[in-house]
């Protein structure tokens, strides 16, 4: 029944458990597939915040500063983020380009802001905003999609690439990003699902 | 009515599902509600009991991943012009000319994300589409974790494509040296959503659910 808060379902297998508040903080999986259902991190929601606050900060410093810089002889040529996302810019590669914004930089930060919006008010013991469910639902589903991470493998490889024919210089865009995906890993080590629902799901008065 | 949490991961549990139960769940946040609802009282999402149009949904995204990867391996990626000579590379000519300089590694991340990863993407979920179309005697355990592997991997072959918009940036010294993206870019891009999309439409409650007990 609807009424019972503390019915909770294996999203992979549809197998039914009853978690209370005590068995949120202790891990536990899924007896029939094994799914981490709880990973028993009950105080992860102020770090879950503080990541997303501090990601969100950086991607600024990530758009507006130069990231890598080539140098061939006498040539110069600098790029930023948003030069990488520019790439693709002749016809039939501008929809390219607007996914490639979209994946590193548009989606992540949307995340961000997804987090910080729907857990925000739970750190200060706040009822949570309206919309912070399908706030935090928006931040699990476009989890996929957000690829800062994969960017980062592509800049490595790339750096690779043009390593024998000109001089690389790294921008502080460049470390900004490191320091992004660093954070957004850890976030997402910290997102027990558990925890953060019922953070968002505190009863109406 | 249901099991408790306490029973931490055991396998021979008696555990019954929600459909069982008479109550759906949602696949999101967890919640569950009577069955017939639509959408979740907490976060809204859809609510479906088993999707049974999820099979379908795999094989047209599935097969759409494969029309635009096959373009994706027959045209550029890259076309390189260095003092007015041109030079297209494919992927897999990519992957080549990485071996030639030397940088084995960089070949091989390149390679398992353009090239295995797909390729092996395909012949997952294409297995998983045809063994689930009736009850099965396999292990779900072993399906399951077949499925999570493509979940989980499939958007990793994206690093090609951001390679090419990074070099496409970085290499603008007019005569000297310019890089221009290929077609193929795009249409690498558009198989790795496709692909991506085809995992995420697999109603993983069906390899649970068509376990020919006995
Ligand atoms: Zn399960
Ligand atoms: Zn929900």
Known sequence: ?205 | MSNNIMVRRIKAAPVITARAAGLVGCQICGKVTQLGETRCPRCYAKLRSRDGHSLQKVWAWMIAGLIAYIPANIYPMLITTQAFQRQEATIVGGVIDLIHYGSYGVAAIVFIASVLIPVGKFLVIGYLAWILRRPHKLDPHRLHLFYEIVEFIGRWSMIDVFVVAILVALVRFGILATINPGIAAVCFALSVVFTMLAAQSFDSRLIWDRIKRG
Request: aromatic share 10%; charged share 15%; with cysteine.
């Open chain 1, 1 to 205: 029944m609807s009424r019972d808060n503390d019915l909770v379902i294996c999203p992979v297998c549809d197998s039914l458990y009853r978690v209370n508040a005590a068995d949120r903080t202790r891990p536990a999986r899924c007896g029939q597939c094994g799914y981490r259902l709880v990973l028993g991190k009950p105080d992860a929601i102020a770090s879950v915040v503080g990541m997303a606050l501090a990601a969100a900060i950086l991607m600024a410093v990530v758009v507006f500063t130069p990231f890598l810089q080539l140098t061939a002889g006498t040539f110069t040529s600098r790029a930023s983020v948003l030069d990488v996302v520019l790439a693709f810019q002749s016809d039939i590669m501008v929809p390219l380009s607007i996914s490639v914004l979209a994946f590193i930089v548009l989606l992540p930060l949307a995340r961000f802001a997804f987090l910080t919006y729907a857990l925000m008010p739970a750190v200060f013991d706040r009822a949570p905003l309206p919309g912070a469910a399908v706030s935090l639902r928006w931040a699990f589903q476009l989890k996929p999609w957000a690829m800062a991470e994969i960017f980062m493998v592509g800049v490595a490889v790339a750096l690779v690439k043009l390593s024998g024919m000109a001089t690389l210089t790294m921008g502080p865009a460049f470390w900004a990003f490191v320091a992004v995906v660093l954070l957004n890993a850890y976030g997402d080590a910290l997102m027990c699902r558990t925890t953060l629902w019922s953070a968002v799901s505190k009863p109406r008065p």
